[in-house]
């Protein structure tokens, strides 16, 4: 057991070493479905780590109306729901579901439970964490990484600066526009 678990570990570090972009990673929607990130090849994304007890979970609302506005031009927001930071995402993936269907009316997609720091931080927060610019551990619910049609991190945007802030919108407006 203790080797099969090693294997793993290495085979995540060894995924974490060659990844050169947010499509090399494949992660579990929401319902338990895999979801490979090279399926939103050519899309500018929002990936966002959420949680439904947080004094940021109101920025649901504003991501929510951001997606809407933009989904057309080729924006799509995920979130990650995370249970890292005082146990504000204690739900089973089909609570977190519920809750933000019916108190948000998310409707952009949302993967299965993560951990977005930490020991068994899950290797695309390793990747995103791990960037130059845009690096650095996560310090709590509502962070934010843009990436560009090409699958780069362009921006990262801390938790208080709320998805439809001038900042995010010029920047998401920005990457749009580029092709």
């Given at each position: 057991?203790?080797?099969?678990?090693?294997?793993?570990?290495?085979?995540?570090?060894?995924?974490?070493?060659?990844?050169?972009?947010?499509?090399?990673?494949?992660?579990?929607?929401?319902?338990?479905?895999?979801?490979?990130?090279?399926?939103?090849?050519?899309?500018?994304?929002?990936?966002?780590?959420?949680?439904?007890?947080?004094?940021?979970?109101?920025?649901?609302?504003?991501?929510?109306?951001v997606y809407?506005?933009?989904?057309?031009?080729?924006?799509?927001?995920?979130?990650?729901?995370?249970n890292n930071?005082?146990?504000?995402?204690?739900?089973?993936?089909?609570?977190?579901?519920?809750?933000?269907?019916?108190?948000?009316?998310?409707?952009?997609?949302?993967?299965?439970?993560?951990?977005?720091?930490?020991?068994?931080?899950?290797?695309?927060?390793?990747?995103?964490?791990?960037?130059?610019?845009?690096?650095?551990?996560?310090?709590?619910?509502?962070?934010?990484?843009?990436?560009?049609?090409?699958?780069?991190?362009?921006?990262?945007?801390?938790?208080?600066?709320?998805?439809?802030?001038?900042?995010?919108?010029?920047?998401?407006?920005?990457?749009?526009?580029?092709?």
């Amino acid at each position: 057991m203790r080797r099969l678990a090693l294997f793993f570990a290495f085979m995540s570090v060894l995924a974490f070493a060659s990844s050169t972009s947010v499509y090399d990673f494949t992660l579990n929607s929401i319902d338990g479905q895999p979801v490979a990130l090279n399926s939103y090849k050519g899309k500018v994304l929002l990936l966002v780590n959420v949680a439904s007890r947080c004094g940021y979970t109101p920025q649901y609302s504003a991501l929510e109306s951001v997606y809407e506005k933009y989904k057309d031009r080729g924006l799509v927001i995920i979130g990650f729901p995370a249970n890292n930071f005082g146990a504000q995402e204690p739900g089973t993936n089909e609570e977190i579901k519920t809750f933000c269907t019916r108190k948000y009316n998310v409707s952009f997609p949302m993967m299965s439970k993560v951990s977005v720091k930490g020991g068994d931080q899950t290797p695309l927060y390793k990747y995103l964490t791990g960037m130059p610019k845009t690096g650095g551990e996560i310090q709590w619910n509502f962070t934010k990484f843009l990436v560009d049609r090409d699958g780069n991190v362009v921006a990262r945007f801390e938790p208080a600066t709320t998805p439809d802030s001038p900042e995010v919108i010029s920047a998401l407006e920005k990457t749009l526009a580029a092709k």
